[in-house]
């Protein structure tokens, strides 16, 4: 894959601001999922999900501090009580990030999330890592099932991940050989 095509983003928000409903639109725009796959809530579904919300959080204040590029998003413009300009001005106010060109959402009702991925596109840049430089991974997440082993998700940020490579973690030295590689969308694809 292209990696001028990819983009890593988080989203970030209070508690019932629509983060699930937003990545739930956002996978339906996209194609990530086929209808028959698609259900009420699909990142939510997962009990670990429900029973501590949406991993893919971020601290505002973090991406401040790491110059990460931030897209405001002011979402539930549906609702009677939206009062977007308000909202606006809080942002910059309180967070000290311009806001004039925050995209107005309803994920609920599918409005603006089209222009929420253009804005993605446009201004979160894609990865720099080098493909034919040396292997170099981070494990964000990782498990133990029963049938295939060890399941663990990665970032490759340099080279590149094969069939029947040996790997080596950096914290213990321990090597292993890579079984089965695929990518999230969010189902696992082989």
Do not use: C
Not at 85 to 105: F, P, S, Y
Not at 173 to 178: A, F, L, N, R
């Amino acid at each position: 894959m292209d990696p001028s095509h990819i983009r890593n983003f988080s989203i970030t928000a209070h508690i019932d601001h629509g983060k699930s409903t937003l990545a739930d639109r956002l996978l339906e725009v996209t194609g990530a999922l086929s209808q028959r796959e698609m259900m009420e809530q699909v990142l939510d579904s997962m009990d670990l999900e429900r029973e501590r919300g949406i991993t893919i959080k971020a601290h505002t204040y973090l991406a401040l501090h790491h110059n990460l590029e931030i897209l405001p998003v002011i979402n539930k413009i549906d609702l009677p009580s939206a009062e977007p300009d308000k909202i606006r001005e809080q942002i910059e106010q309180v967070i000290g990030l311009d806001a004039t060109e925050a995209v107005l959402a309803s994920a609920k009702q599918g409005i603006g999330v089209e222009e929420i991925l253009e804005a993605v596109v446009h201004k979160a840049p894609p990865p720099k890592g080098n493909p034919d430089a040396p292997l170099r991974a981070l494990i964000f997440d990782s498990w133990f099932d029963p049938y295939r082993g060890v399941i663990t998700l990665v970032r490759v940020v340099d080279g590149r991940l094969r069939l029947g490579q040996k790997i080596r973690l950096w914290a213990n030295g321990s090597s292993h050989e890579v079984e089965g590689l695929g990518y999230q969308t969010p189902k696992a694809v082989p």
